[in-house]
């Protein structure tokens, strides 16, 4: 895995919503060590942040690459962040 800490800020576009992307996501966060979190928006996509271990969260970034849950990832916006030193997963 890669080293040191990394942030990695999300946007999921496609079949995200009512498919079980945001908690496919909070378990395999919880299983990576992924501090974070992940929210539905009003226009359709989902949002998240994930904090941690770069590799980890490299990983997790892939996850939702290739749609986890039921989802159909069409495009995935991905940017870089200061860490914040997040403590935990939360999806709102």
């Known amino acids: 895995m890669g080293s040191g800490l990394a942030r990695a800020h999300v ?3 496609g079949r ?3 498919v079980f992307f945001r908690d496919s996501v ?3 966060a919880d299983r990576r060590g992924v501090a974070g979190w992940a929210r539905n928006c ?3 996509t989902v949002e998240a942040v994930f904090e941690g271990d770069a590799g980890a969260v490299a990983a997790l970034v892939e996850v ?3 749609g986890p849950g039921h989802s159909d ?3 995935l916006d991905v940017s870089d962040e ?3 030193g997040l403590e935990g997963f939360r999806v709102a």
Do not use: L, M
């Open 64 to 66: 939702c690459r290739a």
């Open 42 to 44: 009003s226009d359709g």
């Open 73 to 75: 990832v069409s495009r």
């Open 16 to 18: 995200v919503q009512g």
């Open 26 to 28: 909070r378990r395999e």
């Open 11 to 13: 946007r999921a576009h």
């Open 82 to 84: 200061a860490v914040e």
